[in-house]
């Protein structure tokens, strides 16, 4: 008999369920220890967190955890991946947008971007990682946001060690991330939407992750126009083209968000691209009309 619990964290809700109703304490405490490692980590809102570090000191090399640098490998693996669609280094750029809180005191308010000028031009090829003192390093003038990556590796890695360890079926679910791992006799049942609470469409998934990229749910008001969390690195400043969501099947959640966040980006090349990778998805335009690619999941079709 599977089991839930759901909380809030990272401004999100997060779930863990598990088809051994007994682990699931133990699900929810791995879960929630591993988001706090991450956070330490990578959060660009702790100031004390390697990321804020090392933003902070732009032009050296900072020493970091393990943690850390497996965390910025696997961003820099998505940069290289989608050939620089899905950067790393955009944390200035989010930042010049108005993204500067956290998203529940920015969310749908008017925030002053100011003029503090335009950010160096991300370049995620720039980052420095070394893995043998454990240290990484930025150039002046740009910063690192792991946002894209870090939350899908986290619902990755957590719902395989539940797996692993308690023996249990399980799905994860962080924000628009999702990975499941283990057994299960059906497939698990997932609610796609734009937004935690609004309604959507129910698939089948029984293995790998579903990742839902949006411009609807971060997303605030400027004096130049709106804006969101969604940065596409060859301009610098929020993407904008016909879809307003985008949701991927593929074999981790880090894959499928890699790819969430590129269609969004590349806009009307976003339906080859995501061809070209035969990855099953669900694209919403700004008119609410959805367009499907691929094998996309019914409800009671399997996934995988």
């Not at 991450?38 to 933003?55: C, G, I, K, P, Y």
């Not at 692993?164 to 628009?176: D, H, K, P, Q, S």
Request: net charge negative; charged share 20%.
């Amino acid at each position: 008999m599977t089991a839930s619990a759901t909380w809030t964290d990272w401004s999100c809700q997060v779930r863990v369920t598990v088809t051994d109703a007994a682990m699931l304490d133990r699900a929810r405490h791995l879960v929630m220890d591993l988001m706090g490692d991450v956070e330490r980590a990578a959060s660009r809102f702790l100031e004390t967190s390697d990321v804020s570090r090392v933003n902070a000191g732009a032009g050296r090399l900072v020493p970091v955890s393990g943690r850390t640098t497996a965390l910025v490998d696997v961003a820099l693996d998505a940069a290289a991946r989608t050939e620089g669609l899905v950067d790393p280094t955009i944390g200035r750029h989010v930042i010049e947008a108005g993204y500067r809180d956290d998203i529940s005191l920015v969310r749908d308010q008017l925030v002053d971007i100011g003029d503090g000028g335009p950010p160096a031009r991300a370049d995620w090829r720039c980052v420095k990682v070394d893995h043998e003192l454990v240290r990484i390093g930025v150039p002046e003038g740009l910063s690192l946001d792991l946002g894209a990556t870090a939350k899908p590796w986290t619902a990755d890695t957590t719902a395989h060690t539940i797996a692993a360890f308690l023996g249990t079926g399980v799905l994860v679910e962080i924000g628009g991330d999702i990975a499941v791992a283990g057994r299960r006799t059906t497939p698990w049942q997932v609610l796609v939407s734009e937004r935690d609470g609004d309604p959507g469409e129910q698939v089948g998934l029984t293995a790998g992750g579903l990742a839902t990229s949006s411009t609807s749910a971060r997303k605030w008001h400027t004096q130049t126009g709106p804006a969101h969390h969604i940065i596409d690195p060859r301009t610098g400043a929020s993407a904008h083209g016909p879809w307003r969501t985008a949701t991927v099947w593929a074999r981790s959640a880090v894959d499928a968000n890699m790819a969430s966040t590129a269609a969004i980006i590349l806009g009307h090349e976003a339906e080859a691209f995501l061809h070209e990778l035969n990855l099953p998805s669900r694209l919403v335009d700004h008119r609410g009309a959805v367009h499907t690619v691929g094998a996309w999941p019914a409800l009671e079709q399997v996934a995988s």
